[in-house]
């Protein structure tokens, strides 16, 4: 197999908007399991590089092709964008087999005659690549949005709300590729048992900030190969994701409602939490989404999740005043998680954020009436955004009969802050040492 001509594949099928980066990526290396590490490393890097750096890639081609990029046919400007990253960003590829690789691939593809045009703008830029300057500081707005890849759009907003050196830290944060994180399938193992056992593998473990139980893993090669993951002694899950249900407060025998749960990490973790004597109602809008929890399940050896196909914008009135906690963990622009799914940073727009923030409240509105008088309801997103965040979280305490609850109880002390206080927590990307998440607790009053 050509590593390039997949990750072309890859690329051109995300940049047309028919799938998601992580799991485009997913599928071929679902698809080609007999590759070698190096090979999965070089196409997964190829990939995540290529398209997190677009909008640097572009204004570099930009500067050196007759033909701008927006202009280029697809399969060439793909050709382009992932020989510049290799360019730019991957110094044990030598420059002549870059160039000559793209040059082959164009061929290929049927493009034969453009190989004197791939050839010309990628020697061209590989001549000069050490002069190309970035857009000045003085314009930050530019200067960011070129040297860290996010849309100008963005850019400004986090200017206005974080101001430059937090806005700065944020987008470097999303190049630091942290090791994956686990939660121990603690009814299975121990966190030490685990550890053990994979290490013995020569992959690389340590403990996960802010709970106990949770680890960070590295140096794997492919996670389905892993008979530890198998056998269901442990789920991915982020710590931010963890600290949404920690925030639950769940007790032994709750009943949990999760009205939007797939793949299933926190009601699996909630199912833990209320054992045997408690219940989880996990739901999701299609069949295939309450398959993925039902998996889930089944690998983790969890039985005390029922799962079911529920739209959380349609009133269920069996479901009135059942929750002792209800999680509305809702569709979001997922702006926290930059890191691990690159492309939404191309796809979300203002537009898009605003009709996510009216999917929100109209989910808010309809599953708030599911939780028992005295009861909880978590509310949380993986975005940094505030018209889904802080103003969602005041939009509902004046609509409806709940009170926000001090959340210190539940958290360690390095997260208690003014607002945790007050009922909120926002995790913000290379402030905290997770994903950018949000998690808002209420108690509805009697
Ligand atoms: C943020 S994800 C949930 C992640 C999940 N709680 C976990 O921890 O694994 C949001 C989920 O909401 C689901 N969803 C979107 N709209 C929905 C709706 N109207 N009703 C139910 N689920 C919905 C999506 O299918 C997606 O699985």
């Given at each position: 197999?050509?590593?390039?001509?997949?990750?072309?594949?890859?690329?051109?099928?995300?940049?047309?908007?028919?799938?998601?980066?992580?799991?485009?990526?997913?599928?071929?290396?679902?698809?080609?399991?007999?590759?070698?590490?190096?090979?999965?490393?070089?196409?997964?890097?190829?990939?995540?590089?290529?398209?997190?750096?677009?909008?640097?890639?572009?204004?570099?081609?930009?500067?050196?092709?007759?033909?701008?990029?927006?202009?280029?046919?697809?399969?060439?400007?793909?050709?382009?964008?992932?020989?510049?990253?290799?360019?730019?960003?991957?110094?044990?590829?030598?420059?002549?087999?870059?160039?000559?690789?793209?040059?082959?691939?164009?061929?290929?593809?049927?493009?034969?005659?453009?190989?004197?045009?791939?050839?010309?703008?990628?020697?061209?830029?590989?001549?000069?690549?050490?002069?190309?300057?970035?857009?000045?500081?003085?314009?930050?707005?530019?200067?960011?949005?070129?040297?860290?890849?996010?849309?100008?759009?963005?850019?400004?907003?986090?200017?206005?709300?974080?101001?430059?050196?937090?806005?700065?830290?944020?987008?470097?944060?999303?190049?630091?590729?942290a090791p994956l994180t686990i939660r121990v399938n603690k009814n299975r193992i121990s966190p030490a048992e685990l550890k053990a056992r994979l290490e013995a593998q020569d992959i690389r473990v340590q403990a996960a900030p802010y709970l106990d139980g949770a680890l960070q893993i590295d140096g794997f090669d492919y996670l389905g190969g892993l008979n530890e993951f198998r056998e269901g002694l442990f789920q991915v899950q982020d710590v931010s994701s963890m600290l949404a249900v920690e925030i639950a407060g769940v007790k032994a025998g709750d009943h949990c409602i999760d009205v939007c749960a797939a793949p299933g990490g926190k009601s699996l973790y909630l199912a833990e939490k209320t054992g045997e004597t408690g219940s989880v109602d996990a739901r999701d809008l299609t069949e295939y989404k309450a398959g993925l929890i039902r998996d889930n399940a089944e690998r983790l050896g969890v039985t005390n999740v029922r799962?079911?196909?529920?739209?959380?914008?349609?009133?269920?009135?069996?479901?009135?005043?059942?929750?002792?906690?209800?999680?509305?963990?809702?569709?979001?622009?997922?702006?926290?998680?930059?890191?691990?799914?690159?492309?939404?940073?191309?796809?979300?727009?203002?537009?898009?954020?605003?009709?996510?923030?009216?999917?929100?409240?109209?989910?808010?509105?309809?599953?708030?009436?599911?939780?028992?008088?005295?009861?909880?309801?978590?509310?949380?997103?993986?975005?940094?955004?505030?018209?889904?965040?802080?103003?969602?979280?005041?939009?509902?305490?004046?609509?409806?009969?709940?009170?926000?609850?001090?959340?210190?109880?539940?958290?360690?002390?390095?997260?208690?802050?003014?607002?945790?206080?007050?009922?909120?927590?926002?995790?913000?990307?290379?402030?905290?040492?997770?994903?950018?998440?949000?998690?808002?607790?209420?108690?509805?009053?009697?």
């Amino acid at each position: 197999m050509d590593m390039r001509e997949l990750a072309l594949g890859v690329l051109l099928e995300v940049s047309a908007g028919e799938e998601y980066s992580h799991i485009a990526l997913r599928n071929v290396l679902d698809k080609y399991q007999y590759l070698e590490k190096q090979e999965r490393a070089f196409l997964t890097r190829l990939v995540e590089g290529t398209l997190e750096r677009r909008i640097e890639l572009d204004y570099i081609i930009d500067q050196f092709s007759s033909v701008k990029v927006k202009k280029q046919k697809p399969v060439i400007r793909e050709i382009l964008r992932m020989s510049v990253y290799q360019l730019k960003y991957m110094d044990s590829v030598p420059d002549s087999a870059v160039c000559n690789e793209a040059v082959k691939l164009a061929q290929k593809k049927g493009f034969r005659q453009l190989k004197g045009f791939v050839n010309g703008v990628l020697r061209n830029i590989a001549r000069n690549l050490g002069e190309i300057k970035l857009p000045p500081e003085k314009e930050p707005v530019r200067y960011l949005s070129v040297r860290y890849s996010m849309p100008e759009w963005m850019v400004r907003e986090w200017l206005t709300l974080y101001g430059r050196e937090q806005t700065e830290t944020m987008l470097s944060a999303f190049y630091e590729k942290a090791p994956l994180t686990i939660r121990v399938n603690k009814n299975r193992i121990s966190p030490a048992e685990l550890k053990a056992r994979l290490e013995a593998q020569d992959i690389r473990v340590q403990a996960a900030p802010y709970l106990d139980g949770a680890l960070q893993i590295d140096g794997f090669d492919y996670l389905g190969g892993l008979n530890e993951f198998r056998e269901g002694l442990f789920q991915v899950q982020d710590v931010s994701s963890m600290l949404a249900v920690e925030i639950a407060g769940v007790k032994a025998g709750d009943h949990c409602i999760d009205v939007c749960a797939a793949p299933g990490g926190k009601s699996l973790y909630l199912a833990e939490k209320t054992g045997e004597t408690g219940s989880v109602d996990a739901r999701d809008l299609t069949e295939y989404k309450a398959g993925l929890i039902r998996d889930n399940a089944e690998r983790l050896g969890v039985t005390n999740v029922r799962v079911s196909v529920k739209d959380a914008g349609i009133y269920d009135e069996a479901s009135k005043e059942k929750a002792d906690v209800l999680l509305a963990d809702l569709p979001c622009s997922g702006l926290g998680v930059l890191s691990k799914k690159t492309d939404i940073k191309y796809r979300m727009s203002k537009e898009q954020q605003q009709e996510l923030q009216e999917l929100q409240r109209r989910i808010l509105s309809t599953v708030e009436a599911y939780v028992k008088p005295g009861g909880t309801l978590v509310y949380s997103t993986c975005t940094i955004n505030r018209g889904e965040n802080e103003e969602n979280v005041r939009w509902f305490l004046s609509h409806f009969p709940y009170q926000a609850v001090s959340l210190d109880d539940c958290l360690p002390e390095k997260l208690r802050s003014e607002t945790t206080k007050q009922g909120y927590l926002q995790l913000l990307p290379g402030v905290h040492p997770c994903d950018g998440f949000f998690i808002a607790k209420f108690r509805k009053k009697n």
